[in-house]
C-alpha cells in the first residue's frame, strides 16, 4: 500500500470535520458578541466599556447591579434554552 496516497473518502471526511470545527467556532464567537452587545442595551444605557469594566471587577454599583442581577441571568438562560432547543432538533 502505497503512503503517498491517502483514501479520498478519508480526506473529504476531514475536510467535513474542518468545517464544522470552523462553524462551531463562528458561532460560539458571534454568540459572545450577542451576548456582550445585549448586556449594554436595555432600559439603563451601558456604553460597551462600562460593562466590559464592570464585568472585570471595576465598574460601578449600578452598572454592576444592572447586569449581574438583570441582564446576565436573562441572557444565560437564553443561551441554555437555546442549546437545549438546538439538541431536541425544535
Keep these: 500500500m502505497n503512503k503517498n496516497?491517502?483514501?479520498p473518502h478519508l480526506q473529504e471526511?476531514?475536510?467535513?470535520?474542518i468545517k464544522k470545527r470552523l462553524a462551531l467556532a463562528l458561532t460560539l464567537i458571534l454568540t459572545l458578541i450577542a451576548a456582550l452587545i445585549s448586556?449594554?442595551?436595555g432600559s439603563v444605557q451601558l456604553p460597551l466599556g462600562e460593562v466590559i469594566q464592570s464585568l472585570?471587577?471595576?465598574g460601578d454599583e449600578l452598572s454592576s447591579t444592572v447586569l449581574f442581577d438583570?441582564?446576565?441571568?436573562?441572557?444565560?438562560a437564553a443561551i441554555i434554552v437555546g442549546?437545549?432547543?438546538a439538541t431536541a432538533g425544535a
Design 39 to 41: 448586556l449594554s442595551l
Design 70 to 76: 438583570i441582564r446576565m441571568p436573562r441572557i444565560l
Design 5 to 7: 496516497k491517502t483514501n
Design 13 to 17: 471526511y476531514r475536510r467535513v470535520i
Design 83 to 85: 442549546a437545549i432547543l
Design 56 to 58: 472585570a471587577g471595576a
